[in-house]
């Protein structure tokens, strides 16, 4: 048994002129939630459709469940659930129809084809809407059914790529309970999002800017390894000090949320908090904080745009 | 064991294109339109065409300057009326309103019999009698007229068979009484055929990569082989529903009449179907989206129609035009489908033009395999 399902090697693809992605390393290893993080546009989708066989690789290479893609491909989708971005499947079938058409196409034994339909079903709170068209159901709704759809093989691995947008904020949560209880059962997940709450609930992430690696590791390592510590300034009127903030060499960035602003200050500064008071003043509450995967996201998304 | 695990992996293919095709009629189910167009299509075009298209040219109004007016000129007049392909629509004063009339197209054409029409006839220096003055503009129109310069024609009695006699012989071998629609009928199903399977195929890959259904589809163990022959079977089906319908109605409302064998007939409709689909197939993977698509399948349509013999005599056609014809898959069903109802022609007769319809779906069909890539890019 291999211990990486995903590994990846200087991964690229260009379309003409333009890099989507560049030089990809990624190792994803087995029975764990994987977390692709990235902004809008930074290449998550390319380099899953690469992983899947569905995009022709440009340099690199890629390995899934110990076989060569593109080469062999076919060989491992019975064993892969793919959910895509877009909803794919057939507006004008229902989704008990869409269901039994996957598990036909995928070889499902007959005898337990209806059974486990049913089962899907139920999981992902479709028994109620079986006989409606596809097309007409809600976001959340096709979300579901996509989910149904991509674990209805019991694949070992699935790759769902932003399976919760357009998702309310429980069937969110639903669906991650969900995707811990598959990778308990030995699934795993590669998991595309740009939701900060989201990427802070999974076991490892690659974090993804302009279709470049910017930071790859266990949340708890990335946090650690963020190189500025985090300063939170709480007070009356924060939202005019980001601006003036910003523009410092030892500070990095300044996120309002709320009453409080966020700011990253290099590691180099010895007491980050009386240099953040320095700044600004004595009327306001300054502490330093435990850093989050936002402020890992920020710190490592906002280093190339720079350079 | 080995035939063993061939054996499984030929049922497991058999299963993958089953679920295609399943999935295709329950899509074809739900489309009413497409439904409505497969029986609606034919059953318009057939009454429409059926009726209308019509080369039996009868009773052109013709307008008649009669500057004689005896009883030699009135009988003249008769008998060119009673030839049916004139009828006389009104009497004029002079040849110059009967042009006027002409131009105007009130009239198709002004009979002008002139005032020494008796002696014209009497002597024998072969001058014409009369002269009909013939809108050109329609060609169909002005070379039935121009037939009437044959005309036979003896004041003493009225005109008889015998007399045609004298000049050639014609001897019609098949639809002896020349009713159009049973020429129509055969090359309306060549035409409905192409229209509604080719532009169906052609449609079928490229819009499930519009819609996005590509990328889910792409991504399971399907083979490109076994995803082109699911979506073709139940339009082979629904094709021959076709062809029963519109033969089904060509016996009600023409008479049709199927002189040769039925079987053969069938097997013929089959094989234009076949390269029909393979046709909108090798569109389909072509296409950059359903609108191109569309526009490449009446790319093909026109010419099928223009060219196949089905509106013009493919032996009148230029050489080139000839050659362009017979790539058409049209041409040759129409040389068939004629050659079976109205002929009786065999299987010896016709298996130049089968042969070029079987090898026409095999060559698509390895196009649109070679052209499909299980890929997005």
């Known amino acids: 048994m291999t211990e990486y399902v995903i590994e990846a090697e200087g991964l690229t693809k260009r379309f003409g002129d333009f890099t989507a992605v560049q030089g990809l390393d990624m190792q994803i290893q087995r029975g764990q939630v994987h977390g692709f993080l990235g902004p809008n546009g930074s290449g998550k989708t390319t380099a899953i459709r690469m992983m899947c066989g569905l995009l022709d690789i440009s340099a690199g290479n890629v390995r899934v469940l110990g076989l060569e893609i593109p080469e062999y491909a076919e060989e491992v989708r019975d064993q892969v659930g793919y959910m895509t971005q877009r909803f794919s499947h057939y507006q004008d079938m229902t989704v008990r129809e869409n269901l039994m058409f996957l598990a036909d196409i995928r070889g499902m034994p007959r005898k337990q084809r209806t059974a486990r339909v049913d089962e899907v079903l139920g999981e992902y709170n479709l028994a109620q809407i079986t006989g409606r068209l596809a097309g007409d159901l809600s976001g959340g709704q096709k979300r579901r059914l996509s989910l149904a759809g991509a674990v209805l093989t019991q694949p070992q691995l699935l790759m769902l790529d932003e399976p919760t947008s357009e998702v309310d904020p429980n069937t969110r949560r639903d669906m991650w309970s969900r995707f811990f209880r598959l990778a308990a059962e030995g699934t795993s997940i590669l998991v595309s999002t740009h939701l900060m709450d989201e990427a802070e609930r999974c076991h490892r992430l690659t974090i993804l800017n302009q279709g470049e690696k910017v930071a790859d590791g266990t949340t708890d390592e990335l946090k650690q390894r963020l190189p500025q510590s985090v300063v939170n300034i709480h007070g009356a009127d924060v939202s005019g000090l980001a601006d003036s903030l910003s523009d410092d060499g030892q500070i990095l960035a300044a996120t309002q949320s709320g009453l409080s602003l966020r700011v990253l200050v290099d590691r180099n500064v010895g007491d980050p908090v009386g240099y953040v008071r320095s700044r600004v003043g004595n009327q306001y509450q300054l502490a330093q904080i435990e850093a989050a995967i936002e402020d890992v996201f920020v710190a490592a998304t906002m280093d190339t745009s720079d350079a | ?377």
């Open chain 2, 1 to 377: 064991m080995h035939s063993n695990g061939i054996l499984r992996s030929a049922s497991a293919s058999l299963r993958r294109v089953m679920a295609i095709c399943v999935k295709e009629l329950i899509q074809l189910r739900r489309d009413r339109l497409t439904f409505a167009m497969v029986v609606a299509i034919p059953l318009i075009q057939l009454l429409l065409f059926g009726y209308t298209i019509n080369t039996d040219v009868r009773n052109v109004p013709v307008a008649v300057v009669d500057q004689r007016d005896n009883f030699f000129s009135r009988q003249l007049i008769e008998d060119l009326q009673a030839s049916q392909v004139i009828k006389v629509h009104t009497h004029l004063e002079t040849p110059q309103q009967a042009t006027d009339w002409v131009r105007a197209g009130k009239v198709s054409a002004a009979l002008i019999v002139p005032r020494d029409v008796e002696k014209r006839f009497y002597n024998d220096n072969q001058e014409p009698i009369a002269q009909l003055v013939v809108d050109g503009s329609d060609t169909i129109l002005a070379s039935a007229l121009k037939g009437l310069s044959d005309f036979p024609f003896d004041p003493s009695q009225p005109p008889s068979p015998r007399q045609l006699a004298k000049n050639i012989t014609v001897d019609l071998l098949y639809n002896p009484e020349q009713r159009a629609a049973l020429f129509t009928v055969p090359g309306l199903l060549g035409v409905i055929l192409t229209m509604t399977l080719t532009m169906f195929t052609a449609i079928a890959i490229v819009r499930e990569r519009e819609r996005g259904n590509l990328e889910l589809l792409i991504a399971t163990p399907v083979k490109t082989p076994e995803l082109m022959l699911g979506k073709l079977v139940p339009y082979i089906g629904l094709g021959l529903l076709q062809v029963v319908i519109i033969l089904l109605l060509g016996r009600f409302f023409f008479d049709l009449p199927v002189v040769g064998s039925p079987t053969l007939l069938m097997l013929c409709c089959l094989l234009f179907i076949f390269a029909n689909l393979g046709l909108g197939l090798l569109i389909s993977t072509r296409a950059p989206n359903q609108l191109g698509a569309m526009q490449m399948a009446v790319f093909i349509l026109l010419p099928s129609i223009l060219l196949s013999g089905f509106m013009f005599p493919y032996a009148a056609m230029p050489r080139f035009a000839q050659h362009l014809a017979e790539i058409l898959p049209m041409t040759h069903f129409i040389r068939l489908t004629r050659g079976i109802i109205l002929r009786g022609a065999d299987f010896s007769d016709l298996a130049g033009d089968m042969l070029f319809l079987a090898l026409f779906f095999i060559g698509t069909m390895i196009e649109a395999l070679k052209s499909f890539r299980k890929k997005l890019d």
